[in-house]
């Protein structure tokens, strides 16, 4: 069983920055490939970003290429999501979620970006932007 707890979401204005935080339980965080996902109010929840066991993978969504970065320190069971040049449309609630199958972030050479790829799941943090 894996606990993830998200902090670091807030409020900021168009063009800011935030850096999210997963703290992960247990000893085996090392194993999972981790990913970013959002859901704003009324629409479904979507894929951000997603990272391999190492942090020597990573893959995005193009909403967000170029402007978050997700990372991982493995000695600390935390994975990150430093998100620059913020946007209305990125306000959502944002979780993390740990993939208990697979180390990795591909499946038959396609990225797990689905959200029924992830075994667990943090409770979400909110991030609002203001235009």
């Known amino acids: 069983q894996v606990q993830l707890v998200e902090s670091g979401g807030g409020l900021v204005q168009a063009g800011g920055s935030l850096r999210l935080s997963c703290a992960a339980s247990g000893r085996t965080f090392s194993r999972y490939a981790m990913g970013w996902f959002r859901q704003a109010p009324g629409k479904e929840r979507e894929f951000v970003e997603a990272?391999?066991?190492?942090?020597?993978?990573?893959y995005y969504a193009d909403s967000v290429k170029g402007r978050f970065t997700i990372s991982r320190d493995n000695a600390k069971n935390t994975v990150y999501l430093q998100m620059n040049s913020l946007k209305p449309d990125d306000t959502a609630v944002y979780y993390c979620?740990?993939?208990?199958?697979?180390?990795?972030?591909?499946?038959?050479?396609?990225?797990?970006?689905?959200?029924?790829?992830?075994?667990?799941w943090g409770q979400g943090t909110q991030v609002t932007v203001s235009s």
């Open positions: 990272i391999n066991w190492s942090g020597g993978s990573s």
């Open positions: 979620a740990a993939s208990a199958t697979s180390s990795g972030i591909y499946h038959d050479a396609r990225p797990r970006t689905r959200s029924t790829e992830y075994d667990y």
